[in-house]
């Protein structure tokens, strides 16, 4: 058990620390949204006109086979839109919910685009590589959780232990049991019910046994999908989007709506479908609604079956999409003391055997500093790149052929790697200078946000529907401070070693 906690945390620990950052970022993917998108931020109390913005929307779609629209909510007050043509990429804009004309193309991935893909799939689609990387990762996070009990045999009593004024070796194992006790059925929890996630990935062989190669048949029974082809004729007529929305309402006792999307627009086989809101709920229920698009007759009403309920009511404990502030919050520094746990088992695996490896001559410390320099340090100065970059970038710009979605994304990968370079060419400096980096970066994206939107601290503490802003920006102060005095700290035992005195720990 003792090895096998050691070399799953050193082997993957790299990848688990970017899947846990990643993950606790994207429990505010959608304030990111705001914060990279400043045109979505405005008030979302008026109600949409689903007529109107389909209107709006004829120009754009074309030969679409379909087209969205995804409501506006207290975390996400733009109409979002999308369509997809037979031919083509697949489409998202932004409309104002009061007025419903379009919002300029924001050319940004942001949150829901970037960083919360990436928690899942590593944005790697090659034959779902990313999925089954990120799926042996969380394989592996169990193990450690439940190796790491194991070896433990006084985790409970060294919780309440923290020697702050030990050797850094001690001081990280101290660091590594709070965090570990601390957050252990949390980081179990959480790992278990990404895997369950997925099980049309990983268990396929389930689906297979019941249903064959008949997977239309499993979408249709589990999620109440519905198809019909197209006429390849003229729509005679077009029944009122937002008349099928006050309908789908009372048919599920006042739930509402929260999805809307229009197969075939424009033929005589078009048909609409509507899926009900869960953010009332820890279970995303899968309740959904399909009508002509025509007559206005519902062809098919589905809600969600017992199983499917039970994966749900587990996807929901992991999506964290219902309503509750104060357990978003909680989502999130758990998921913090994630990411802490694992960094603070590579550092206590470092001061283990630096000493006897510089005896030696090996270099595997060396090697494995680098590597947790770059996936602590890195990915976060990574990330404030990725913010600060889209601040910078002028609206529709271009560079080499990519779009300015593209290059804010070429920016994270590129700064990620430079920072792995770094850390193994100034192996006794890059902890220095990387907190100082995070911190600069930290503190310019407030800033440019502030010069870019006129959205300072101030004015978003004022106003209800910039509060997200407010918490972004604060979050980013706080980080950059606490960076800052980090590095202050990492000079001040720079300066202690060099003149040969023994720092005091702090």
């Given at each position: 058990m003792n090895w096998?906690?050691?070399?799953?945390?050193?082997?993957?620990?790299?990848?688990?620390?970017?899947?846990?950052?990643?993950?606790?970022?994207?429990?505010?993917?959608?304030?990111?949204?705001?914060?990279?998108?400043?045109?979505?931020?405005?008030?979302?109390?008026?109600?949409?006109a689903a007529d109107i913005l389909a209107r709006e929307m004829k120009p754009f779609i074309g030969d679409a086979i379909q087209w969205f629209m995804l409501f506006p909510t207290e975390r996400e007050p733009a109409v979002r839109i999308g369509y997809r043509g037979e031919s083509g990429p697949f489409v998202q804009r932004s409309a104002?919910?009061?007025?419903?004309?379009?919002?300029?193309?924001?050319?940004?991935?942001?949150?829901t685009g970037f960083i919360f893909p990436f928690h899942y799939s590593l944005?790697?689609?090659?034959?779902?590589?990313?999925?089954?990387?990120?799926?042996?990762?969380?394989?592996?996070?169990?193990?450690?959780?439940?190796?790491?009990?194991?070896?433990?045999r006084k985790i409970f009593t060294d919780f309440f232990t923290f020697r702050a004024d030990k050797k850094p070796r001690r001081l990280m194992l101290d660091l590594h049991n709070v965090a570990g006790v601390l957050?252990?059925?949390?980081?179990?929890?959480?790992?278990?019910s990404g895997v369950i996630i997925f099980f049309?990935?990983?268990?396929?062989?389930?689906?297979?046994?019941?249903?064959?190669?008949?997977?239309?048949?499993?979408?249709?029974?589990?999620?109440?999908?519905?198809?019909?082809?197209?006429?390849?004729a003229p729509a005679a007529a077009s029944a009122s989007l937002d008349g099928l929305l006050a309908d789908a309402s009372r048919r599920w006792d006042g739930g509402r709506p929260y999805f809307l999307r229009v197969w075939h627009p424009g033929d005589a086989n078009s048909y609409v479908e509507i899926r009900r809101a869960y953010d009332d709920a820890i279970t995303m229920n899968l309740d959904?609604?399909?009508f002509d698009a025509a007559a206005g007759e519902l062809l098919r009403s589905s809600s969600t079956s017992p199983v499917m309920t039970a994966q749900r009511f587990i996807s929901g404990l992991?999506?964290?999409?219902?309503?509750h502030w104060t357990l978003r919050w909680v989502y999130f520094a758990l998921g913090l003391t994630g990411c802490l746990l694992i960094a603070t088992g590579y550092f206590f695996w470092l001061e283990s055997r630096r000493r006897k490896h510089e005896q030696m001559g090996l270099r595997g410390v060396r090697v494995v500093e680098g590597l947790t320099v770059g996936s602590v340090t890195g990915i976060v100065i990574a990330t404030l790149s990725f913010f600060v970059v889209n601040r910078l970038l002028p609206s529709g710009a271009k560079f080499l052929g990519e779009e300015r979605a593209a290059l804010e994304v070429w920016t994270f990968y590129l700064v990620w790697l430079a920072t792995f370079a770094h850390a193994w060419l100034r192996p006794g400096r890059a902890w220095l200078e990387q907190c100082w980096t995070v911190a600069a970066l930290a503190l310019a994206a407030v800033g440019l946000n502030w010069m870019t939107t006129g959205h300072h601290?101030?004015?978003?503490?004022?106003?209800?529907?910039?509060?997200?802003?407010?918490?972004?920006?604060?979050?980013?102060?706080?980080?950059?401070?606490?960076?800052?005095?980090?590095?202050?700290?990492?000079?001040?035992?720079?300066?202690?070693?060099?003149?040969?005195?023994?720092?005091?720990?702090?």
């Open positions: 096998l906690h050691t070399w799953a945390g050193v082997v993957l620990g790299g990848l688990l620390f970017a899947i846990f950052w990643m993950g606790t970022l994207s429990v505010f993917d959608r304030e990111i949204d705001l914060w990279m998108k400043p045109a979505t931020r405005m008030d979302s109390s008026r109600p949409v104002d919910p009061a007025t419903m004309a379009l919002l300029p193309e924001a050319g940004t991935l942001a949150g944005h790697i689609r090659f034959a779902s590589l990313g999925y089954w990387i990120v799926g042996l990762a969380a394989m592996a996070m169990m193990a450690l959780c439940v190796s790491g009990v194991v070896i433990h957050g252990l059925p949390f980081h179990f929890m959480i790992t278990l049309s990935i990983y268990f396929p062989t389930t689906m297979e046994f019941a249903y064959g190669d008949d997977r239309r048949a499993f979408n249709r029974e589990a999620f109440g999908n519905f198809s019909r082809p197209k006429a390849n959904v609604l399909y992991h999506f964290v999409q219902f309503r601290l101030g004015r978003s503490l004022a106003q209800p529907h910039l509060h997200a802003i407010a918490g972004m920006d604060l979050l980013l102060s706080l980080g950059g401070a606490g960076a800052a005095l980090a590095a202050l700290r990492l000079a001040r035992r720079t300066r202690a070693t060099v003149r040969g005195t023994r720092p005091q720990h702090s």
